[in-house]
């Protein structure tokens, strides 16, 4: 429907301007409302074959996600994508330990051996139960536990673990039953914890009444991102070094779904071989390429075979690749300039980095990405990996830092850096830290249910909907000044406190 009145401007206008648009630098103007809020229907994909009910990624990041957060980001209906900031074999116990539960819930339990004695193994451990095996470890059968409560009445403080361990049965379940089935159990048995459990015996993981008690005060899960394993499905960074190949094949072992090529530049020779390789060497496996900006660097990387391709350079919170390097780009203008290229091929596209809020994820979407990728969006909750701390201000944060940071990089992804320039280190990435979110089982989904209320506003049902709106020229844009961003929010207040929920 072409407009019968000059009113705004359709995207391809305003994105060819010359200008490099950031989100903020835009807004959508409203279009006409025929359906409730509910009737809006975010289901996407992240790459050709990985379809996702809620257009969320957690990014590579190893200050946002290990298998906690991806657990979480697949029980809400998005996925994580573990980082690789770890060896081969840590990142693939990762995506074993995602794929080994059907509970977005991850406690650290203890073991020990049956020899082990009270005394010395667990004075000033804040722990409520031990549970014994044979390794000491979870890699072998459980043979019984010790309350807390048992070991501090106790005398005998020599006594070894394997004497007074508790071996009633039926403290197990099978480690894929949900959230439902456990908290069944734990009602009929009138237990505190049950014990997830492999087929052979193996320990997964501990689940207490407590954690389960609080999953259940969060907005109702869904059945989450299930792939044709039954399982959670999970993604996997990886570089593009001869040695990834060999990382590569851990993580295949482990059942990873999907494997994002992590780089800020990513049309390269060493991309576009690695492309090859894995589709070449895994035809089943979903890659996705980036990142890119242009729609130059996507022609080659969609050439080059990637099945979903992932926008942005120097637009995260803690990038300075843009000040370091002079290279990027805007990422509302990327966004557009990628999706209207990977579109022609079917190709989903990935929005990374630079979403503070809601507002931010209906922008990206609506501008032609398939689903956004988080960092600081997500970091700082509950599943994010690390521990909270109270900061100068008394505010409780936990730590986020670019993988292009000097800490990130010597701390493991050094290779990649050492391999050009043994000697010079640059730092494209900054170390910071992010307020206290809350679990991401509840900032994501009361998150997308703002973004259905942008969707709505817009008069788009679904993503294809919106992405068909703006490519008719329906859907119209203007550029906000400065003036109007600064209308555009909170202002001349005293004081004020922004709660969405
Ligand atoms: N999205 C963004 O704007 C940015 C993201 N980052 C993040 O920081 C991390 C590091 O990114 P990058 O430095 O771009 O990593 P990278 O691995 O793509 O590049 C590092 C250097 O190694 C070179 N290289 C890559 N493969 C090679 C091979 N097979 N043989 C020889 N040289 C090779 C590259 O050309 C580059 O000079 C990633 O997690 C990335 O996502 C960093 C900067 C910006
Ligand atoms: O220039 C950079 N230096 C870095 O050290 C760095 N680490 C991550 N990233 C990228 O930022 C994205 C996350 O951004 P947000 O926090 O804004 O969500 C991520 O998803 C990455 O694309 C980096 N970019
Ligand atoms: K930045």
Known sequence: ??????????????????????????????????????????STKLSRNIPLSIPCVSSPMDTVTESYMAAAMAAVGGIGIIHSNATPSEQADMIRSVKSRRVPILSSPVFKTPDSRIVNEFEGDDVPFVFVTQSGNEKSKLLGYVAKSDWLGLKD??????????????????????????????????????????????????VTKEEVERVKGYPKLGKGTVGSDGRWMVGAAIGTRGSDKERLEHLVKAGVDVIVLDSSQG????????????????????????NVVTMSQAQNL????????????????????????????????????????????????????????????VKALVLGA?????????????????????????????????????????????????????KLKIAQGVVGAVA??????????????????????LGASSLRSAHDLLRSKTLRLEVRTAAAQVEG?????????????
């Open 157 to 206: 403080t020599e006594i070894k673990l394997g004497e007074i361990m508790r071996t009633d049965a039926n403290v197990s379940v099978p480690c894929h039953y949900d959230l439902g089935q456990i908290n069944g159990k734990l009602k009929e048995e009138g237990r505190d914890f049950v014990v997830l459990e492999k087929e052979g015996g193996e320990v997964v993981d501990v």
């Open 436 to 457: 206290d979110k809350g679990s991401v089982l509840k900032h994501v989904p009361y998150t997308m249910q703002a973004v259905k209320q942008g969707f709505q506003d």
């Open 1 to 42: 429907m072409a407009a019968e009145f000059e009113d705004g401007s359709p995207a391809e206008k305003l994105f060819n301007q010359g200008y490099s648009y950031t989100y903020d630098d835009v807004i959508f103007l409203p279009h006409y409302i025929d359906f409730p809020t509910d009737a809006v229907n975010l």
């Open 370 to 422: 398939s689903t956004v990728m988080m960092g600081s969006f997500l970091a700082g909750s509950t599943e994010a990996p690390g521990a909270y701390e109270l900061n100068e201000k008394g505010l409780q944060v936990k730590k986020y830092r670019g993988m292009g940071s000097l800490e990130a990089m010597t701390k493991g992804s050094d290779q990649r850096y050492l391999g050009d320039t043994a």
């Open 489 to 501: 929010g909170v202002h001349g207040l005293a004081s004020h406190e922004k709660k969405a929920f």
């Open 267 to 290: 049309n390269s020779i060493y991309q576009i071989e690695m492309i090859k390789y894995v589709k070449q060497t895994y035809p089943e496996l979903d890659v996705i390429g980036g």
């Open 302 to 361: 969609i050439k080059a075979g990637v099945d979903g391709l992932r926008v942005g350079m120097g637009s995260g919170s803690i990038c300075t690749t843009q000040e370091v390097c002079a290279v990027g780009r805007g990422q509302a203008t990327a966004v557009y300039k990628v999706s209207s290229i990977a579109t022609q091929s079917g190709i989903p596209v990935i929005a990374d980095g630079g979403i503070s809020f809601s507002g931010h994820i």
